[in-house]
Every structure is written in structure tokens, then in C-alpha cells.
């Protein structure tokens, strides 16, 4: 056991570093980078901006004008970047080293993977924080979507994936399989648009926040008062999240039990005399939820990470989903790398921990002998 959890975790250096090496390539590579995010910002204030290119024999010189007719800059030389034209070549030579830009890719690549070593994230281009201070101020939203989240799809899926396994071809089977199939077929931010329309004031009842994972008055509220107002805010988003993710588990669950009732020890059970309940919940069970409970791991990381982004953006909660968003589109590259660099490893960490959740339940499992 401890020669696999080792080697697993040196396993995930390299998959950590492949990952990182591809996506700060791919991120560099395509265009729209901070110091294009600034020019634009810079050249898109303020009023009508007026163009004159006046030719002499040595180049072009660029004046622009404002509609006061004043001019705001003056001779530019060719620039990499687009939209540049104008500027003056020392703004745009300080905007780089401000960014880092001043360096080559690779050597700015080894300085980050450095840091990150010691988690040292650094600070954002584009917000006066520090990337660890931001991450941690929107974990609390993201971490209660994912875990409630998580926590209902279990508690609804496994037992209706065993209704349906035991009762399949019934009548229930048929029905619960419309559902099933809705909700796989719907996607979950347009529960969410719906629920928000009926229940939010949207145009018919006004039960729920519209917004926010907190009332205003917070600080104020008693304890018992704080957990109802807490839950009141998040039930919505929650739901929305659920009713998208319970289908495909609920599937998982029927199909795995459908399997194990036709093995040749549930049939020496039943022969045997054994009750069906002593059955199916002796021996059944247990081999049946392997896959499903040890992938509980993975499946909290796919909800946390990828499935509220859209849940968040809807309901007004800020948290990580909104703030990677919100970094993509600014081109806030240390939120993006940093977050991404946790991310990753957060994710491969639980994959060990989903393996050695199968070592758990099924004593059996031994991934370290299929290694030698």
C-alpha cells in the first residue's frame, strides 16, 4: 500500500507539469494578452478619438487628437501588438515589465513553476489582492455548491438506481427513466433561468434571494438565524445543480446493481433461502456501490470546478467559477495559471484518494500487486 501511494504521488509530478507546460503554452499563444487588455482600455476612453498619419521621408509619424482637438500622443514605431499603433514605445516597453513580459517565455515559465512550488502564487494583474487572498474569499461559495451538491445526488440517485434495478421493466422503471432522461437532456442552467422566473420574483412568486450566498444584515442575525438564511440563499442554486447531475448516477447505480443480481452468488444466495432484502442489501450492495461510492471524490471535483460556473454566474454567487470567468476573459493570467496549478492538483490528489477509497470497501482491490 505505501510503495503505490508513493509512486502515485510521484506519478504526479510529471502529469502536474505536463499540464502546467501545455496550458501556460497554449494561454501565451493565443492572443489578447494583459498588455492588449490595457491598450485596448487606454485607447477605448474617453471621447471620439481622431487619427492624423502624417508621411515624411523617414516613416510615419501618428498623432492623435481628442475632440478638444488636443493632441494625447504622438509618434509611435511598429508594435507587436495590435491596436498599439500611437503609443509610445516606452508605455508600451514598461507595460511588458510590469507583466513580466520583459523575459523570455521559458524563463518566465521555470520563475512560475518556482513559485508554485511553495505555493506562491503572486498578485493579480488586474485586482489589488493577492491571487491566495482571492481564491480562499470565493472558496466558501464554490465549496458549499459543490459538497450540498454532491450530497443530494447521492442521497437521491443511489436509492432510485436501486428502485429501478430492483422494479426494472415496471411501471416506475418506465416513468423514473423520463425523468432520468430530462434531466440528462436539460442542461442545468436552465433550471436554474426557470426556477429563478417562478420562485426568485421573476414573474411569479418571490420565496428566494435573486443573489448572494448571505443576506446584508448577516452580522446581525442570531446563529440558528444565520444557518436558515444561509440555506435560504443557497437552496436555489442547489437545486438547479441537482436536478442536472442526479440522472447520469442514478443510471450508473440501476446498471451496476442489474449487473451484480445476475451473478452466481446472488443465485446460491437466493437458493439458499435468503430473504430478497437480505439479498440485495447482504450482498449485493456492496459489491454493486464500489464504483459508485469511490467515485465520490471525482465526482465533488467535477461539480466544484466545472458544473457551477454557469449556476454561479446566474444566481449572482462569487465564487471560483466566477472568478476563473472573469480572469479568462481579463486575461489575469496569475488567477489563471495559480488556479489552474490547484486546481490540477487538487484533482489528482483525489484521484488517489477515489483509489484508495476502492482499497477501502473492497479489501480484494489491490492496485499494488497489478503493478508488479
Not at 50 to 68: A, F, K, N, P, S
Not at 196 to 214: K, N, Q
Amino acid at each position: 500500500m505505501t510503495a503505490y501511494i508513493i509512486r502515485r504521488i510521484l506519478l504526479m509530478i510529471p502529469t502536474l507539469f505536463a499540464i502546467m507546460v501545455i496550458n501556460f503554452v497554449v494561454i501565451h499563444i493565443a492572443p489578447g494578452g494583459p498588455v492588449e487588455q490595457i491598450i485596448a482600455e487606454i485607447t477605448g476612453v474617453g471621447g471620439d478619438i481622431v487619427e492624423r498619419v502624417t508621411r515624411t521621408g523617414t516613416g510615419e509619424t501618428i498623432e492623435q487628437l481628442d475632440t478638444t482637438g488636443v493632441s494625447i500622443v504622438l509618434e509611435s514605431k511598429a508594435s507587436r501588438y495590435r491596436g498599439a499603433q500611437g503609443l509610445d514605445p516606452d508605455f508600451i516597453a514598461e507595460l511588458e515589465k510590469r507583466f513580466g513580459f520583459d523575459q523570455p517565455l521559458h524563463i518566465r515559465f521555470v520563475q512560475m513553476i518556482k513559485n508554485y512550488i511553495f505555493f506562491d502564487f503572486g498578485s493579480s494583474y488586474f485586482r489589488d489582492q493577492q491571487v491566495t487572498d482571492l481564491v480562499l474569499d470565493k472558496m466558501p461559495v464554490s465549496i458549499s455548491l459543490g459538497l450540498w451538491t454532491t450530497l443530494l445526488v447521492y442521497l437521491i440517485s443511489i436509492p432510485l438506481g436501486v428502485l429501478k434495478a430492483t422494479r426494472d421493466g415496471s411501471r416506475f422503471d418506465a416513468w423514473t427513466t423520463v425523468a432520468v432522461i430530462m434531466g440528462t437532456a436539460i442542461p442545468g442552467f436552465l433550471f436554474a433561468v426557470l426556477l429563478l422566473v417562478v420562485f426568485a420574483g421573476g414573474s411569479y412568486l418571490d420565496w428566494f434571494p435573486l443573489g448572494g450566498l448571505t443576506s446584508d444584515n448577516w452580522d446581525s442575525l442570531s446563529w440558528p438565524h444565520r444557518i436558515l438564511d444561509y440555506f435560504w440563499h443557497i437552496a436555489l442554486p442547489v437545486v438547479a445543480m441537482v436536478i442536472g447531475g442526479f440522472a447520469g448516477l442514478a443510471i450508473l447505480t440501476k446498471n451496476s446493481f442489474l449487473d451484480q443480481i445476475s451473478q452466481q452468488f446472488v443465485l446460491t444466495a437466493r437458493a439458499k433461502g435468503l430473504t430478497e432484502r437480505r439479498v440485495l442489501y447482504g450482498h449485493v450492495f456492496r459489491n454493486a456501490m464500489l464504483i459508485v461510492i469511490a467515485g465520490f471524490p471525482s465526482a465533488f471535483i467535477s461539480i466544484l470546478f466545472t458544473g457551477s460556473l454557469l449556476i454561479e454566474i446566474i444566481f449572482s454567487l462569487d465564487g471560483l467559477g466566477l472568478l476563473g470567468f472573469e480572469a479568462a476573459f481579463e486575461r489575469d493570467y496569475p488567477v489563471m495559471f495559480a488556479t489552474l496549478y490547484f486546481f490540477s492538483l487538487l484533482g489528482l490528489v483525489m484521484n488517489l484518494f477515489g483509489d484508495l477509497m476502492y482499497m477501502f470497501i473492497d479489501p480484494r482491490i489491490d492496485f499494488e500487486s497489478r503493478e508488479t
